[in-house]
């Protein structure tokens, strides 16, 4: 089945050391998305790719970087991350040009920060 | 975007119709409505999308009156697999651009035995 796909599902990082989390998909979309949901609160949107262009969420911090090394990859570099980036991080994708706008989430990253 | 406005939380039995009523004053005219889902410790769901009048899916059923400055999501007959949180989106539809999703604080729909 088609599909997002997050790796890993937990991933536990000490204060300050870099950390990458990664989203593959197959479902061909040429929009990706990441979200950061921290517990019990809503998703919030960090940026987004579409195609090989960066939109960057204006209050999103600059310890947050995104790659997108083509259309199946995207990954989430948190250069320094603190006790405050531990959260749910979701990948999320969409096809615009469908003319339909639903997005198709992965199932999550949990970062724990030590 | 219009911002929502939904009930935090709602309780419900199994086998009964929930009603979630979302309301969104400053809709504008190319703004649609849309409904995800979300269990624990998974991604949100897409379940429905309108933009007037009453739409109805193999999942729920959307209610969206003439001014659209309100819309109600109808689950008809929960089960208790249906206790997660539930999202209404205004979302401004362009044909053939990224369509951002700004959540909202979302209900937490509790369903009981």
């Known amino acids: 089945d088609a599909m997002v796909i997050q790796n890993p599902r937990y991933q536990v990082t000490q204060f300050g050391k870099p950390v990458t989390l990664s989203c593959s998909q197959t479902?061909?979309?040429?929009?990706m998305y990441w979200y950061q949901q921290k517990s019990s609160q809503a998703p919030k949107l960090l940026f987004h790719?579409?195609?090989?262009?960066?939109?960057n969420e204006a209050d999103t911090p600059d310890n947050f970087q995104s790659r997108r090394p083509n259309t199946s990859f995207c990954f989430l570099d948190i250069r320094s991350p603190g006790l405050g980036d531990a959260a749910m991080y979701l990948c999320?994708?969409?096809?615009?040009?469908?003319?339909?706008?639903?997005?198709?989430f992965g199932p999550g990253t949990r970062l724990t920060v030590l | 975007l219009a911002k929502t406005t939904q009930p935090i939380s709602m309780d419900s039995y199994e086998g009964q119709e929930v009603n979630i009523t979302c309301s969104h004053n400053n809709i504008a005219t190319n703004d649609y409505i849309t409904w995800y889902q979300q269990f624990p410790s998974q991604g949100p769901r897409f379940i429905i999308q309108g933009y007037k009048t009453k739409v109805t899916n193999e999942v729920a059923s959307l209610f969206i009156p003439a001014d659209r400055k309100s819309s109600t999501l109808s689950l008809p007959r929960v089960s208790l697999s249906d206790t997660a949180v539930y999202y209404c989106?205004?979302?401004?539809?362009?044909?053939?651009?990224?369509?951002?999703?700004?959540f909202g604080t979302g209900t937490l729909l509790a369903v009981q035995p």
């Open positions: 790719y579409y195609d090989k262009d960066f939109n």
């Open positions: 999320a994708t969409s096809r615009p040009t469908s003319g339909f706008n639903e997005q198709f």
């Open positions: 989106l205004v979302v401004r539809q362009r044909s053939g651009a990224t369509n951002k999703l700004i």
């Open positions: 479902l061909n979309h040429n929009v």
